[in-house]
């Protein structure tokens, strides 16, 4: 299984060349298994995949884990949604009392869009999910409410063996310095557990995280701390805050990592960054 980090920044996207290291595109990645494909987000990083070369087929499936502005603007530049002939599935939050297909035509209709949602020329699906495990071509699927604001989902993909949990907007403990003792209290423990690959949000440093509580977001040092909890066997950084440059970003990593004693392995998410589970 590979997985393809389109867009690692988080809350809008930026093209200062103090953001070129990690990338500016907002969160997108691409989950891999020979011929099968799942796009996981719909930043603008979604508009770095070519989908004339990767995508031949008719079916493009792209699953949301929330409607932030940063995890759906690229759907409006989508070019299958745009294809006549090609079928696309969105899948997303439920846990509203809107349908999910209502809320997106809010981003994707006038004055925000020129056409509504509705008129797209390609075939669109839109699928809620909730708390469920399903199968999807090769990969199994679990999906989970997670602490962000908003209906939120965080995933989980497996393929044969290996398994990739990704979590890229969290907060799973608000306010305290440190997780909970007991794991049924921790925001998406179970989806983590004992996963190949962790991709989870550390948008914040330890110093700033205390004027952000309640945000949905974690520091370095949560990250780490629940990656170590849930026994994940190794990290990606998620997530960076646009506002720091990237010298600045990679100061806050190295003063954590000096600082730190986990045995697992991590780093900061890289945009263009193909890993191999």
Request: aromatic residues 10%.
């Amino acid at each position: 299984m590979r997985v393809r980090l389109h867009g690692t920044r988080g809350a809008y996207p930026t093209s200062s060349v103090e953001n070129q290291t990690y990338g500016g595109n907002t969160p997108c990645i691409e989950v891999i298994d020979g011929s099968q494909r799942m796009i996981l987000d719909a930043g603008t990083g979604i508009l770095e995949i070519d989908f004339n070369r990767d995508y031949p087929e008719k079916r493009i499936d792209i699953f949301l884990t929330h409607l932030h502005m940063d995890h759906i603007q690229g759907l409006a530049f989508c070019k299958p949604l745009f294809t006549p002939g090609k079928e696309v599935h969105i899948w997303g939050p439920g846990g509203s009392s809107e349908p999910l297909i209502h809320r997106l035509n809010r981003f994707l209709s006038p004055p925000l869009f020129p056409i509504p949602l509705r008129d797209v020329p390609s075939k669109l699906e839109v699928h809620e999910l909730s708390e469920e495990s399903f199968t999807f071509g090769d990969f199994k699927v679990t999906t989970e409410f997670i602490s962000h604001p908003g209906p939120t989902l965080g995933y989980r993909v497996q393929s044969a063996s290996k398994t990739l949990t990704y979590i890229p907007d969290h907060e799973p403990i608000i306010g305290k310095e440190h997780l909970y003792t007991t794991d049924e209290w921790i925001s998406g423990y179970d989806l983590a557990l004992h996963a190949d690959l962790l991709i989870h949000d550390s948008q914040y440093s330890k110093e700033e995280y205390p004027n952000k509580i309640g945000w949905g977001h974690s520091s370095l040092e949560m990250a780490a701390e629940f990656c170590s909890r849930t026994q994940a066997k190794r990290l990606i950084l998620f997530h960076h805050d646009p506002a720091h440059p990237d010298t600045v970003r990679t100061q806050m990593f190295e003063d954590f990592m000096r600082d730190t004693s986990y045995s697992f392995p991590m780093e900061l998410a890289v945009q263009g960054r193909e890993i191999e589970i």
